[in-house]
């Protein structure tokens, strides 16, 4: 790059002084005659020394141009020179070379100019050292004699070339204010190239931190879409015990809200139950040891006190360790699909036992049909043949009656095997229920005493006296087992009538009239537990062998067939109440069922 011919604004700035040191200059050229002139000439030249020693402190901040363009302009007029020339290489090895050309005030056109140039140019290539040489005047005749000068070791910031008219250029005292200006544009240089080279990095830092700035900001941006998406559950937390922040996303999950997060009222170590204190401790071993722990089952504290079983993984945010965070899923619809999954399981096994035990039932159906077909045979031919008013004669009797009774429970077995509904009919509850407590009480233990109240008037179901003997039969056989301690048991039928819908324990009781037979033990009593599975098939707590699990089974089956509910209340080591309710049917009382 060529700068155009200038003077140096720097040192004009300078005033008078800088003006008086170039005056000085001019007459050193004149021949010394008197020591007065040597020593006027030697003054002066320590004050271009002087004057040269300065320029670093003028430079301080300027660019290698700006240093090369002031240096010339300095140089010409100290030492009155009719030209300067300055090359400097470029100081990132990729910039193009600095070219600037001084000519004195008085010199010719542009057109010389290029010449000077041009000449330099030939003269300078290859030049081995610092030498002086003569070329040929391109401003008119005769020649300029020129003096060159490295700048640096083997050139490697630049070369300067001066020239004068005068034959005994350069003296000793010019070559030493070159040599000196020389010296001080390369510390000059140095100058502007560290602070270039600082310039430059300083920029290429301030590009890579607003680069690194733009990619942080990007990949926060993307965590927080993922946070604020609120698919799972993630909270910021410290070993303290804190989360300093969560999305809605958890915070639904552990019921707090935005308000209590930000006031410090929630903490991880207050989420967490006792049982889970030793799996977290291995999870912050684990933290501390590798930064991550990988995704395990614990469950969290809600607010309202219940309990939500969460999927847990988390990572720290540096190698202390000390914060990071977590991510919270929510197993709840997990556990209850895999529990609808095991109910579905044991229903399907429910299924496959009472189709085995229908199949076993129908087998003993035939042949105890064919042993109460032989009955039938040889009762009917003993009652033939038996004289009237006899006591065998009532025995006879008595033995086609139970015949009878057996083949009708026969027939309800074969039914519910069957999964049929039984064939209901209007049975009085009261009678029905005080005959099976006749066959209750010669079965009780001694330790256990019967407490029955019946009403004398009849009370009305459509039902089976068959099934209703079933009902009583079981639900007393378990107030039994479960008064080992012995006790009273008491059996009650009320009617009742029911104005507004209300919900029982297991179903919903519609308004209406019915007959509720209650029976009630002062037993061990239940656990909530067991009262949410009293009713399923093949469900027991009785000991192995002692119970099949199908006795209330049966009773449920057989008053939701009657259109009734049930209701169980239970004390743990107080005793249990089962209460049945079954609509009662206003129906003749000439209809009744007759045995």
């Not at 004009?12 to 005056?23: F, M, S, T, Y």
């Not at 430079?59 to 700006?66: A, K, N, V």
Request: hydrophobic fraction near 40%; include cysteine.
């Amino acid at each position: 790059m060529f700068l155009p011919m200038s003077s140096c604004e720097s040192c004009a700035q300078h005033g008078p002084r800088l003006d008086a040191w170039l005056d000085r200059g001019s007459r050193m050229n004149a021949p010394i005659k008197l020591p007065t002139d040597e020593i006027r000439q030697l003054k002066a030249c320590i004050n271009d020394l002087v004057s040269t020693l300065a320029l670093p402190a003028i430079w301080s901040g300027r660019d290698p141009s700006e240093i090369a363009t002031t240096l010339l302009d300095a140089v010409v007029r100290m030492l009155r020179l009719d030209f300067g020339f300055l090359r400097l290489t470029g100081s990132t090895g990729d910039d193009a070379p600095i070219e600037v050309f001084q000519l004195a005030r008085s010199e010719g056109s542009g057109v010389q100019v290029e010449v000077v140039r041009s000449i330099l140019h030939e003269r300078l290539s290859g030049e081995p050292q610092t030498s002086c040489f003569v070329i040929p005047n391109p401003a008119g005749e005769g020649s300029i004699s020129a003096a060159s000068l490295r700048l640096g070791i083997q050139e490697q910031l630049g070369v300067l070339l001066v020239g004068s008219v005068r034959v005994d250029f350069p003296t000793q005292t010019e070559r030493l204010v070159l040599d000196v200006a020389a010296n001080q544009a390369v510390v000059g240089l140095h100058e502007a190239q560290r602070l270039t080279e600082q310039k430059r990095l300083a920029e290429e830092l301030d590009r890579r931190v607003a680069q690194r700035t733009k990619e942080l900001v990007e990949r926060e941006a993307r965590i927080r879409r993922l946070v604020d998406a609120n698919i799972v559950g993630i909270f910021i937390w410290d070993l303290e015990g804190r989360i300093l922040e969560a999305n809605d996303a958890f915070l639904r999950i552990v019921g707090y809200d935005r308000e209590e997060l930000v006031d410090g009222r929630i903490r991880w170590t207050d989420l967490t139950p006792p049982r889970w204190f030793d799996g977290d401790a291995r999870a912050i071993q684990e933290l501390k040891k590798t930064g991550t722990v990988q995704p395990y089952e614990k469950e969290y504290f809600r607010r309202d006190g219940s309990r939500v079983p969460v999927l847990l993984g988390a990572a720290t945010f540096d190698e202390s360790a000390q914060q990071g965070v977590a991510f919270v899923l929510d197993l709840t619809e997990r556990q209850r699909a895999a529990a609808a999954r095991v109910r579905l399981e044991e229903r399907l096994r429910q299924a496959e036992k009472l189709e085995a035990i229908g199949r076993f039932a129908s087998g003993i159906v035939h042949d105890f049909n064919n042993v109460l077909g032989a009955i039938f045979a040889y009762g009917e031919l003993l009652v033939d043949e038996t004289l009237e008013n006899t006591r065998l004669k009532r025995y006879a009797q008595n033995v086609l009656t139970a015949a009878t009774r057996g083949r009708d429970l026969v027939d309800k077995i074969l039914t519910y095997t069957r999964s049929q509904l039984g064939k209901r009919r209007p049975t009085d509850v009261c009678c029905t229920v005080a005959e099976a407590l006749e066959l209750v009480r010669a079965s009780l233990p001694a330790s256990i005493r019967l407490h029955p109240i019946i009403p004398d008037v009849p009370l009305v179901i459509m039902g089976d006296d068959t099934q209703v003997h079933q009902i009583v039969m079981n639900l007393c056989s378990n107030g039994i087992h479960a008064m080992k301690s012995g006790g009273p048991l008491r059996v009650a039928i009320t009617p009742l009538d029911v104005y507004a819908e209300c919900a029982l324990s297991h179903g919903i009781l519609k308004a209406g009239s019915y007959a509720r037979l209650s029976v009630e033990d002062c037993g061990c009593g239940m656990n909530e537990e067991t009262l949410a599975r009293i009713f399923e098939p093949f469900f027991t707590t009785k000991q192995v062998g002692r119970g099949t699990g199908l006795g209330l089974a049966l009773v449920y089956g057989i008053v939701a067939d009657f259109g009734g509910v049930i209701d169980v209340k239970s004390v743990p080591d107080s005793g249990s109440t089962f209460s049945v309710y079954i609509p009662i049917a206003h129906v003749p009382s000439d209809s009744l069922a007759t045995v």
